[in-house]
């Protein structure tokens, strides 16, 4: 990459997040009703109920990292991080950062600090879990990805990120453990009590 090619990537990266910085504060002034989650994929905004089954699964997650890590581990649910491309402004259901994360100067959590993230299946968002996140976790470098279905009783596991994608997932069903300790995340998240819909 030339110097020029790098100047031209950071500012295109510095516009993106001043839209989405002004996407966001449009969207706060904005009557979103309570329980409801609001992202922006690829320049589209989300708007969806947090369903119980949902928020039970993310529950189970962080009960598990924080039972490895700690109550000092930083992990957050429904927190704004930007990753790469068109403007994704995501919030993740589960994000697990890097001890030494820290926010930027505009008080952002950077995606590079980010080590492991989940995200639950919602009817109207699937295609996005599945599709631009994915990609853009890869692009990011996220090593560990699960996605997991309450409709279809599953969970996916992507790991080892590479040129914008992840290899093939390894397919957990609910009711089995799913063992992430060869990863950089050395955690086991138990499915037993995930909820399906």
Request: include cysteine.
């Amino acid at each position: 990459m030339t110097v020029l090619e790098d100047r031209i990537d950071m500012a295109d990266a510095d516009a993106n997040t001043q839209r989405l910085d002004e996407w966001f504060e449009r969207l706060e002034r904005m009557p979103v009703p309570e329980g409801f989650r609001v992202e922006i994929v690829e320049g589209n905004v989300f708007m969806v109920p947090q369903r119980s089954t949902h928020w039970l699964i993310i529950r189970e997650i962080l009960w598990a990292v924080e039972d490895r890590f700690g109550r000092r581990t930083k992990v957050f649910s429904d927190v704004r991080i930007d990753f790469p491309g068109y403007q994704n402004g995501f919030c993740p259901d589960v994000a697990m950062l890097s001890d030494s994360a820290k926010p930027d100067d505009t008080g952002h959590w950077r995606y590079q600090d980010v080590r492991f993230v989940a995200e639950v299946i919602s009817q109207g968002t699937a295609a996005n879990d599945y599709g631009p996140k994915r990609t853009a976790y890869a692009t990011a470098e996220v090593p560990v990805y699960v996605v997991a279905d309450p409709y279809q009783g599953r969970c996916l596991v992507f790991t080892n990120p590479k040129d914008g994608d992840y290899d093939e997932p390894t397919r957990v069903d609910f009711g089995t453990d799913i063992d992430l300790t060869g990863t950089v995340v050395d955690l086991v998240i138990k499915t037993d009590d995930f909820p399906r819909d």
